[in-house]
């Protein structure tokens, strides 16, 4: 356990939405606590709620009970403090190169302008290996190297937390596996806080330094777990993870 204060707190989070039919709730007094440098996973099944409390902690949903808080503050909107890295390709704009893309973002915030924002833009780009494709266009790269382009620009506003919801999961295996190494050697690069949600335990394990396992909808805290380095020891982890998970679908079978 860290002695510093934490960087993200949240506080018995419950998140409801509605739809056509029903009123949902996706995760139930939800709490949890993120500190600097940690690479911190939300772990669960699909419909636990873990991309929905991402969303809240980006300030897209305001938790029907608890609260959210950064540094301190209450989170009541979006801000640059977080950004958000998703699964989708298409969340470039087509129409500029990548070092537009990831310069954007600096201009429209006003926090940089010009070529302050180009030497920026141009020094994460760098981080992830891509300054050959720097004038290039969305359409003329692959999709881990979209993916790539996305976090520079996220980094690039060097946010407090960097938020991903499954960065990786629309990729095939070897450029995943690929994307997490060298998101990995990127954070022992500059020692970033993430805040990451995924459904496979193997990635889990391997990119979170500590890993938050959600039950199945609505989500619940099932545990939280140290990550392990140790390839043995991993898979002993692994093992555990899916004892805990396999023991919440059969009890939502027989309640069924």
Not at 65 to 88: C, S
Not at 101 to 113: D, G, I, P, T, Y
Request: glycine share 6%; aromatic share 8%; charged share 25%.
């Amino acid at each position: 356990m860290s002695f510093e204060a934490p960087l993200l707190e949240v506080s018995g989070v419950t998140l409801r939405y509605k739809t056509p039919q029903h009123l949902v709730t996706a995760t139930y007094r939800v709490s949890f606590q993120v500190y600097p440098g940690d690479r911190f996973i939300l772990l669960g099944p699909s419909g636990c709620g873990k991309s929905t409390l991402q969303k809240a902690v980006g300030g897209y949903m305001t938790p029907t009970e608890g609260e959210i808080r950064l540094k301190g503050q209450v989170i009541r909107a979006p801000g640059p403090d977080r950004m958000m890295v998703f699964q989708e390709f298409d969340q470039l704009l087509p129409w500029k190169t990548v070092r537009q893309n990831v310069a954007f973002a600096l201009e429209a915030s006003r926090r940089l302008s010009g070529k302050e924002a180009d030497d920026r833009a141009m020094h994460y780009i760098e981080k992830v290996n891509l300054t050959k494709f720097a004038d290039s266009y969305p359409h003329m790269l692959s999709g881990g190297m979209k993916q790539r382009v996305a976090i520079a620009r996220g980094m690039a506003m060097e946010p407090d937390i960097l938020l991903m919801d499954e960065p990786f999961a629309a990729l095939d295996a070897l450029t995943r596996r690929k994307m997490q190494d060298e998101l990995l050697m990127l954070w022992e690069d500059t020692r970033f806080t993430v805040l990451f949600v995924t459904h496979s335990i193997a990635e889990a394990i391997k990119i979170g330094n500590r890993i938050l396992l959600l039950t199945p909808h609505p989500g619940r805290v099932k545990a939280e777990l140290n990550s392990v380095s140790d390839p043995l020891e991993a898979t002993v982890l692994e093992r555990r993870i899916q004892q805990m998970l396999f023991s919440d679908e059969l009890k939502e079978t027989a309640d069924a």
